[in-house]
Structure formats: structure tokens, C-alpha cells
């Protein structure tokens, strides 16, 4: 799996298929998986080159239409899978693992104060629910489900479910058994 490339492992995660680079052009008219090509181009590209500019506007004409605040300085590991799209706001100082879904309605932020100030890190193979929020200097293991509309601000161990407002978890080996489909390796 070594030989495709960040984007070819991110379209496997919808499809379950490899696709060449014509087959993913013909799955732009679904808006997350044009985001995410948008998106992972966009992260290709420095910054301060011309290039990084262009695609940089381009990015966020997107993110603008369809409502994904994700910057490219967003570190995301391989096969980011976006199941709807609208109203996502991930910080650009966020990390994410592989093999992560994140739903719509998602906040991924950084506190500005208090113990937890800071942004959080997320672990490989996480679910995240629609309407979560995930707030703070934390730690998100590996194979964990973060229930839909739950509030995270702790850490949270691998192999966990969290659940609520406040959350709370429980340790489940299978979190995430069903929730994330054609993992990458």
C-alpha cells in the first residue's frame, strides 16, 4: 500500500477500491471527497510559493461553499474519511491519525485558557460523531468512538467509547468495530 499516494489512500477509505487518477476525478461531484482532493493538493504545495498561493484560494472558495474549515496546516494522517459535509471546523494546530471519520457538524478546537489550553491530538482509527466537539490540550487514543454531540475536554485511552455532555467512556477493544470501513494498513 505503500505505492499510492496520500489522496488515493483517503479515496480507498469511501469506496474500498483503488482508483486511478481519472476515477477519482469522476468522484468529484461528491463535496467531501472534492475537499479532500482540494484539500491534500493544497497540503502538497509550500505556502509561500506561487503555487501554495493559488491553491490556498482555491481551498478556501471551498471551504467557503461547502462549509469544511480545514486549513492545510492541518497535520491528518492517510485515509481521512469526511462521511457528509457542512459546518466542520478543525484548528490548523490540530492533529489527526489515520483511518479517522469526522462527521458533519464537528468541532475539533483549541482552549484559550485553563489547565487544558491548547489544541487536541487524535489517535488513529477514531470515530467522531456528528456534532462532537473535542476542546483542548488532550489526547485522543487509538480505536476510540466519540459519540455524536459529546463534549470532550480529557483525555481519552485507546480502545474507549465517549459518550455525553460532559462525556464520560467506557473501554471497548471494539470501539470502533463496524464505525470505520477499508482501513489503510
Request: aromatic residues 12%; glycine residues 10%; positive net charge.
Amino acid at each position: 500500500m505503500s505505492n499510492y499516494s496520500t489522496l488515493q489512500k483517503d479515496f480507498y477509505r469511501e469506496s474500498g477500491k483503488w482508483l486511478s487518477t481519472f476515477q477519482i476525478w469522476k468522484k468529484f461531484f461528491s463535496p467531501n471527497l472534492h475537499f479532500i482532493y482540494l484539500l491534500r493538493t493544497t497540503q502538497k504545495h509550500p505556502k509561500h510559493t506561487l503555487l501554495g498561493k493559488v491553491w490556498r484560494v482555491i481551498l478556501r472558495h471551498y471551504q467557503i461553499k461547502y462549509g469544511f474549515q480545514i486549513y492545510p496546516e492541518t497535520q491528518i494522517g492517510e485515509g481521512l474519511y469526511l462521511g457528509h459535509w457542512g459546518a466542520l471546523v478543525i484548528n490548523p494546530k490540530a492533529k489527526i491519525g489515520r483511518n479517522c471519520n469526522i462527521a458533519q457538524g464537528v468541532t475539533i478546537a483549541q482552549a484559550n485558557r485553563g489547565k487544558n489550553e491548547g489544541v487536541p491530538e487524535i489517535g488513529d482509527e477514531v470515530w467522531i460523531g456528528p456534532n462532537a466537539v473535542i476542546v483542548g490540550n488532550i489526547k485522543i487514543g487509538n480505536n476510540v468512538l466519540i459519540a455524536p454531540n459529546a463534549y470532550v475536554n480529557f483525555d481519552i485511552p485507546s480502545n474507549a467509547v465517549a459518550i455525553g455532555n460532559p462525556a464520560t467512556f467506557t473501554l471497548n477493544e471494539n470501539a470502533t468495530s463496524g464505525y470505520i470501513n477499508h482501513k489503510i494498513g
